[in-house]
């Protein structure tokens, strides 16, 4: 946190600054979390070009994208590293997913039955 902002606010900012804060390590802290906050900032298109040709549906996309930023600068005032551990942990999730599903996918082949012909 930055404790130079500190003495600008009120007791009352402190505490809700605080939890706030601790509300997202401890939902960091899980891999379910991570999973959750990187759909969030997938949700807010920040992974798309917002340009979509269209003046309604391109301010659309940068609304989206806004409120995504939000949610990276909430990350990075907390801890300049939540934000590249959590790009780098989607990976190692979705590597494990990939695994999981070619896993499923055998198991659910049907099997060779030689014998029967």
Known sequence: MRDDLTEQLSPAQIIERDEMSRAFNEVFALSSGKRV???MLEQCAIYRDAYTGE???TNYALGQQSAGRMLIAKLDEIDPQLYPTLLIAMK????ADKA???SLAEKMEPEDDDEAF
Do not use: K, N
């Open 92 to 95: 190692d999730i979705r590597d």
């Open 37 to 39: 906050l990187f759909w």
């Open 55 to 57: 003046s309604a549906s």
């Open 100 to 102: 999981a599903a070619q």
